[in-house]
């Protein structure tokens, strides 16, 4: 039962020519146990039925409210902020425009976000067009060391509302990353994140979507596919890191430059971060040092033993293999 004095909840939907899947996603946030204050649904210039969907639901339901972004050459990110700034409620969701809810995703993750600026949960993909899928069903690993080398799904949030206040101010280039990311990194910096343990989010996957990545079997967690990346890094690794330093891990590094915490957990990722953005041969070995200290905190689920420090140690040189796409 949902107390009268509960949190306020916003949900913020960014929508661009997304009519086809639409009404179903509407139906899900519609469909939640926990009351919403208000869906603020912002489109970025859709040329298909978005808007006309929107508007019907809108006159059903008068707490969906539409906005229109006026910068459409700013990006998903900024048209996300933007709409985020928007909300009144204490708490705020994000949701994509093709995704399917669970009808307790909100009440589960209001009642256990407890101190933490933002909970998270599990988002299992799925595609009714024949598109390959994967997913990894272990209890994913949020600590912010973790961050450094991946994400959170921004569809997967629910955030304090003081934690835009504790974003700071985003350059056009939103720190080389997401909007999503940005969040995760600067409320890991101040409190550890909050995880629902269980399949909240059902993601839509379609060839169109800007997430969308066809799985090519190499990424699964595996021996043979840890010395495939391993050789692979070893190979490249001199050609293909210039590139992410410059256009990934020195305007990340801004990111956390930026971030006004103290925290230990912040302070080990602002080293972590300025050893990666730095490069040279020294520093991987210092950062090879830092992966081992955190080798606890550094990968997407929990392992231990001698495996577990070896694959620590290798960590920073192979996650070359994670940019092979810019080569």
Partial sequence: MVLSNAPTVSIVLCTYNGAKYLREQLDSLIAQTYPIAEIIAQDDGSIDET???LQEYAEKYPILKIYHNTDHSAGLSSNFFSAMRKTSGEFIAISDQDDIWEPRKIQLQVEAIGDALLCTCKTKP????????????????????????????????LLRRELLDKVPPIPADCFGTAYDVVLASVAGSFVPISLVDSVLVHQ????????????????????????????????????VM????EQKLRPRLRLFESIQSDTADHRDALRISRLRAEGGFINLLRLSAMCIKHRNHLF?????????????????????????HLL
């Fill in 126 to 157: 799925f595609s009714t067009d024949g598109l390959p899928v994967q997913y990894d069903d272990r209890t994913p690993n949020y600590h912010l060391v973790h961050l450094l080398f991946a994400s959170i799904p921004g569809h997967t949030m």
């Fill in 204 to 239: 839509r996957r379609t060839e169109t979507a800007a997430t969308y990545t066809r799985p090519d079997g190499t990424t699964r967690h595996s021996a043979s596919n840890a010395l495939h990346q391993l050789w692979w890094s070893v190979c490249n690794y001199r050609r």
């Fill in 51 to 53: 808007l006309d969907i």
């Fill in 300 to 324: 997407y689920a929990r392992t231990s033993g001698a495996a577990n420090l070896l694959r620590a140690a290798l960590y920073p040189l192979m996650q070359a293999y994670n940019f092979r």
């Fill in 242 to 245: 210039p590139k992410v330093r």
